[in-house]
């Protein structure tokens, strides 16, 4: 019956499909590259982030916003854990959420070997260690928008 | 789209006019373009009323209208019938700028540059273009030039003579993806404001519409006022009365509110009121989350 109710009164308004469009239209002409460039430069920057740490490709949100006469590339990237997963032997699984999750401090990063039985953990308790990286600072002012 | 990127530096060409204004010469008017990039969003509507609201004010106006091939200003201020002379009869020095120039029917301090409606837009020599407005800029306090859409040669000209601009946007995708391109060719030294206009509050209130925050979110510019979409705007231009002449009409009172702005005056931003909530409404926004 909420249900019914909710669907008869509140279709979502157009303004926010507006307004993710403009977002979408604007950072592409604000970068003068094509939608797949951006995509790939996405990719290959969290490629190198992955290196360091373990984040969450799902979640990665890479926006771009003019402030005053520039670009600032603002980029918003989870981080799952800080296990280095190149260097525990792990490299094919990061990106996966298979790699182990634990607390930074429970384990040493220079440590090789992952504990037997780690990738068994349920799903759910890595979703509850998630640290959110919060919305990083300007992470690089490309190009001058004009 | 190449070649308009390396002219990007050369809008408005080269003088560095805007530093002179205040410093130099007290008595020169300011020149203000009024652009918006996409067409259709109101940019001759808002140059007439502008332009009524201040020989209101008591200001000495003339508006030029930039948009050669397609002559409209003359009609949005119901002076059609006594366009003799064009913009390029004055720039080609066929006329003098005297006999070119349209009293305004209302108003003694209002006049009007016509556009040459058989005439391309190429035609405009851009160094003569900005003579003639640093010419009227003697005479007028205000010479508000309203552009033609697009920017190409055209919006190129109507610039060059310019030392501000307003930027004219309404609530759409199309309408801020385009003044935000022409704010980037305009650069910093136009200063550009912005005004919004056809807002449609009702819309707004229910998510159906881009609301003032979320335009200028994006656009950023120090906001002169916001414009409801009226009925009355239509029947105005119908009749070649520019709504600014009622200031008892909540939109006329928006354009002169704008006019003070214009002219330095510390007034707040003209808003559109917000539509009243119906009972039906405010049952669905008990049920809808996405309401504000």
Known sequence: MIEFLRRFFGQPGSSATAKERLRLVLMTDHLELAPEMIDTMKRELVDVISRYVEVDREKIDVTFERQDRTLAMLANIPILSVNRPSENGDAGKHGNGKVEIAPPVAEPVSSAQPKPGAETKPPARKRRRRKKAGRAAPAGAAAAAT | ?292
Do not use: W
Request: hydrophobic letters at 45%.
């Open chain 2, 1 to 292: 789209m190449h070649q308009l990127q390396s002219d990007d530096h050369a809008v408005g060409g080269d003088t560095p006019a805007a530093e002179n204004v205040e410093a130099k010469d007290v008595k020169l008017g300011r020149s203000i373009v009024l652009t918006s990039g996409k067409g259709g969003v109101g940019k001759t509507t808002t140059t007439a009323n502008l332009g009524t609201a201040l020989a209101a004010r008591g200001a000495r106006v003339v508006m030029i209208d930039a948009d050669i091939g397609l002559r409209n200003l003359d009609i949005v201020l119901g002076l059609e019938n006594r366009v003799r002379h064009h913009l390029l009869d004055v720039l080609e020095e066929r006329v003098e700028i005297d006999d070119a120039l349209v009293a305004d029917k209302r108003s003694e301090h209002l006049f009007l540059l016509a556009a040459a409606q058989a005439r391309e837009k190429e035609d405009v020599e851009t160094a003569k273009m900005q003579a003639l407005v640093t010419k009227l800029r003697e005479r007028f306090d205000y010479v508000l030039i309203d552009s033609p859409a697009g920017i190409e040669q055209g919006f190129k000209n109507a610039v060059a003579g310019a030392d501000e601009a307003i930027v004219v946007c309404t609530p759409e995708v199309a309408a801020v993806r385009d003044v935000d391109r022409v704010v980037g060719l305009l650069g910093n030294r136009f200063r550009p404001q912005l005004i919004i206009n056809r807002l449609r509050p009702q819309l707004v209130r229910k998510g159906k519409m881009l609301s003032v925050d979320d335009v200028n979110a994006i656009l950023r510019l120090p906001l002169l006022g916001v414009i409801a979409d009226e009925p009355e705007i239509i029947v105005t231009t119908n009749k070649g009365e520019p709504l600014a002449l009622r200031t008892a009409t909540p939109t006329g009172a928006a354009y002169h509110a704008i006019a003070a702005r214009v002219a330095g005056d510390d007034v707040a931003a003209p808003m559109p009121a917000a539509a009243k909530v119906s009972l039906f409404e405010r049952l669905g926004s008990m049920f809808s989350g996405a309401r504000r």
